[in-house]
Structures are given as C-alpha cells and as structure tokens.
C-alpha cells in the first residue's frame, strides 16, 4: 500500500477495461485519481467505487482528440489539484482493417483517438508538470505497435506511432531536465470490452486469440495496471523512453 501516496493521477478512458483497473489501483496505493473518459456514468462509477474504497477521486469528461477540452481538462486538475504527478494516456479505440479495405474517415478517426490523443495528453501534462520539475506519463501502445497485423493497418499505425512518440518526448523532457519520466505499455491482448467486442459471439475466434499467447491464456486489466503502477511510482526512477511489453509471451515468438 501507498507506492504512489500522495500524488496526483489523471487516467484516460478510465471507465472501464484497462484504464478502469489502473484508476482503482493507482487510488488503492494512495494516489489521487481524476477519472476522465467520455462515458460519464460509467466513469461516476469508477469515481464511486474508489470513494467508498476510502480513496480520493473525481469525474472530469474528456475527449482525448479535442485540444481545447484537454486545455480545460487540465485547467481543471491544476485548479482542483494544484499539480499533476501521474498521465496515463490509456483510452483508445480498434478498427479492422487492411490496408485496401481501410476508408481515410476510418483511418483518420484510429489515429485521432489513439495518436493525437497520446500526443495532446503528453504535451498538456508536461506543461503542468514541469513547473514542479517531476511526473511520469504512461503512454498505452501495444504489442501492435511491435509488430504488424496485416488486417490492422491503422491500429498498428498509431500503435506505432505511440511507441515512437514517447520515445521523442522522453528525450526532450530528459534533456530539459525536467524531471519528467515518460514510457509505453505494450499489452497482448487483454480481456476488456473491447476484446470482447471483437469476439463474444465467436469462441473459434477468442480461442485463437488466446493461442497466439504461449503463456496459454488473454490478459486481464490488472495486469496491465500493475504495470502502469510501477511506471507511475519512484520504483521505476531510472526509466524512461522504455517500452513495457506484458503479453504473455506474444511477442517472444
């Protein structure tokens, strides 16, 4: 308990799958968590759930693709807060594709959430951070951002993208001294709505998603969280522009 006490946390898509895990965990170990996704009573839930854990927490919505909204997001944060400690840039969304059956709407609309979006959240969190010279921010990639899938053309693109962004900032931060940490999370696949989503009414398909896994089974949330939680505590004081791969063997192949 109290890895990350008294800190302040902000978690994106924090109203459920991975991002729901690491809000619960980061306020079980002391953190002080704003909840932010664009799905308000899920997200008041996560808020109330970590209340009545005794924890801190607040709802604020947020459009990761949308500047202006990020500018009042952390206006909000720095207001309520005074600082920000923890970013964790999680939400995101999966589009099928390749790279002939994937639109310029669809593609475009992968990489606003899932790129733009790590972009604005790095970019907004630095900005507040930096004036108390300390923070880390965990940029959520994937084990598709590692490697490529020939029916995930966008996904992989701004996976990939993730990946190399983070890698740019953490330079920049580290050689501006301003004891900012930043590093990405590759997940396999990971038993959350969205994987769920793609295979619910198909047990052939989820049975094939969990063979690509030698370790023999999909992730859960918590995997993922406790992850994010050693990125986001001193423990890992010594990391940045790293790249976190928790996959069950996926890539190891």
């Given amino acids: 308990m109290g890895r990350v006490a008294?800190?302040?946390?902000?978690?994106?898509?924090?109203?459920?799958?991975?991002?729901?895990?690491?809000?619960?965990?980061?306020?079980?170990?002391?953190?002080?968590?704003?909840?932010?996704?664009?799905?308000?009573?899920?997200?008041?839930?996560?808020?109330?759930?970590?209340?009545q854990a005794g924890g801190q927490a607040s709802f604020l919505r947020l459009d990761t693709a949308d500047e202006k909204n990020w500018q009042t997001v952390l206006a909000a944060v720095r207001e309520q807060a005074g600082r920000l400690d923890i970013a964790v840039n999680n939400a995101g969304i999966a589009y099928n594709g390749t790279v002939e059956s994937t639109d310029l709407e669809h593609w475009?609309?992968?990489?606003?959430?899932?790129?733009?979006?790590?972009?604005?959240?790095?970019?907004?969190?630095?900005?507040?951070?930096?004036?108390h010279k300390a923070g880390s921010i965990i940029n959520l990639s994937?084990?598709?951002?590692?490697?490529?899938?020939?029916?995930?053309?966008?996904?992989?693109?701004?996976?990939?993208?993730?990946?190399?962004?983070?890698?740019?900032?953490?330079?920049?931060?580290?050689?501006?001294?301003?004891?900012?940490?930043?590093?990405?999370?590759?997940?396999?696949?990971?038993?959350?709505?969205?994987?769920?989503?793609?295979?619910?009414?198909?047990?052939?398909a989820r049975q094939r998603l969990v063979d690509l896994h030698p370790i023999g089974h999909l992730g859960e949330p918590d995997d993922i969280a406790y992850g994010i939680l050693y990125l986001a505590s001193d423990e890992s004081k010594f990391m940045t522009g790293s790249e976190l791969v928790i996959d069950g063997g996926y890539t190891a192949q």
């Fill in 6 to 51: 008294g800190k302040v946390a902000l978690v994106t898509g924090a109203a459920n799958g991975i991002g729901r895990a690491t809000a619960l965990l980061l306020a079980r170990e002391g953190a002080r968590v704003f909840v932010t996704d664009l799905k308000e009573q899920e997200g008041a839930q996560v808020v109330q759930e970590i209340v």
């Fill in 108 to 131: 475009r609309r992968v990489q606003s959430i899932n790129l733009d979006g790590v972009f604005l959240g790095t970019k907004y969190a630095i900005e507040l951070m930096k004036v």
């Fill in 142 to 204: 994937s084990i598709e951002g590692l490697i490529g899938d020939p029916t995930l053309a966008a996904y992989n693109a701004s996976k990939g993208g993730v990946r190399l962004f983070t890698k740019s900032a953490a330079l920049h931060c580290a050689q501006s001294r301003y004891g900012i940490r930043i590093n990405s999370v590759h997940p396999g696949y990971i038993w959350t709505p969205m994987v769920k989503g793609l295979t619910e009414e198909d047990a052939a």
